[in-house]
Structures are given as C-alpha cells and as structure tokens.
C-alpha cells in the first residue's frame, strides 16, 4: 500500500499562511491525494483532493509536485478554527474498496 | 442537508459487557463505514457496506464485533462482550456512491461515539 508522511505537529500564527507537507514516494499513477482534517471531539472533515494538477477551493489550495512524490496542503491565512489534525491520504484502489487509510497526520496549531 | 447521525455519543461500560452503536447515514448515501479510532491515531475501517451488502470487513474482529444494515439506510455496530482495549471513539461515514467515482469519492464523518470500557 502506497504510504504517506507527515510531520507530527506544526504551528501557525493567526491570520498567516501555513503548508502542510506531505511525502508520498510511492504513490502509484492512478491514486488520487485526499486531505482531511479533524477538529476536536468532533469526526474528520474532507478538505481538497487531487490527482496531478494544484487544485484550489474555498478551504484551501493544494499543490502537488511534479513527481507527484510529495503535496503541499496550503491555507491561505489561519484562523483559530483551522487548528486540527491534518491527513494527507492516498486512496487505496488496491483492495477493490477505495478505502480511506488514515495515518497519525498533522497536528496544527494556531496561535493567536 | 442533514448530517451523519450517530448515537449515543458516549457510553461507558464495563469490560465483558455488550454494547451497540447506531448511524443514520446522509439520505440517498449508498456507502456506509463504521471506523474505530484509538487515542492518538487516525480512524482505523472496522466495516464497509454498499447498500445493504459488506464490501470489506477484514479489520474487524468479527468474533466479539458484528454490524448490520439490513434495509440499506441505517446501521447498528455491536461489541460482545467488550475489552478494555475497546475504549476508544467510533466514526460512522457514509458517501454518496462507491462503484461510479470511488477514488474521488468524499466520505461525510459522524460526531462519532466515545466509548470507555472499564
């Protein structure tokens, strides 16, 4: 199974921008990035995915190297809100059930 | 859009003792999952239907854990008779339609239930 890596914690002032990274070296071709997050006492919440191109919405930016080997999830300007856990997330085609495979993640922190 | 429902959303219970956990899925949601996730570490797939069927069940200890949903919509997850390594929260998710765009499919996560095993 295709594995990703992510620093165990990072943090942010509020209102400034952050990057989350995450290494994938052994991501096949066809697995799509998935990013969650997950706030406190509450379940995780999808953020952005992508498969090849840098994709943007309204939570956040994600940048994807040319090797596909690592992503970037970006947010634009932190808020207290945005402190949670992140998962970088490769979709796992392999098992025929296209499961989510959470790892530790990220945990961010935001300062005020 | 109403969310996954999931209830209760804690219980504590000694060990040996049975438990269930329910989830009412986002309407129209073919794909269901129940996740265990332990203190510390991301969401672990118990369980996974599609419909009314199982599509994956090969991480859950099927010999105290069962799941069931029988009409497609809503799911009961037990444990019996429960171990203290048990403890630990339970995310019921649900998606929209597993076959057509499954590796872009997004899943839609419960508040989840806290259970503690004494």
């Known amino acids: ?112 | 859009e109403a969310g996954v429902a999931q209830s209760p959303r804690y219980k504590i219970i000694e060990k040996r003792q049975s438990v269930a956990f329910w989830c009412n899925p986002i309407s129209g949601h073919a794909t269901l999952y129940w996740y265990q996730q332990i203190l510390g570490q991301g969401p672990k797939l118990l369980i996974q239907f599609q419909n009314n069927g199982v599509v994956d069940d090969s991480q859950l200890p099927k010999d105290r854990f069962s799941a069931e949903r029988l009409k497609g919509v809503d799911s009961t997850l037990k444990i019996q008779p429960a171990k203290l390594e048990d403890s630990a929260v339970y995310l019921c998710a649900s998606s929209f339609n597993f076959a057509t765009f499954s590796m872009q499919e997004t899943q839609y996560f419960g508040p989840g239930t806290r259970l503690l095993v004494l």
């Open chain 1, 1 to 112: 199974d295709a594995k990703t890596t992510q620093p165990n914690s990072m943090e942010s002032n509020e209102e400034e921008p952050v990057h989350l990274p995450c290494n994938h070296s052994t991501i096949s071709g066809t697995d799509y990035i998935h990013w969650y997050r997950q706030l406190p006492s509450q379940g995780p919440e999808y953020v952005i995915h992508g498969l090849t191109s840098n994709v943007n919405n309204r939570m956040a930016s994600l940048a994807i190297a040319e090797d596909r080997k690592s992503s970037t999830l970006i947010l634009h300007r932190a808020t207290l809100r945005d402190a949670a856990v992140y998962y970088c997330i490769l979709r796992d085609s392999g098992a025929g059930s296209y499961q989510l495979t959470f790892g530790k993640g990220t945990k961010l922190s935001v300062i005020p």
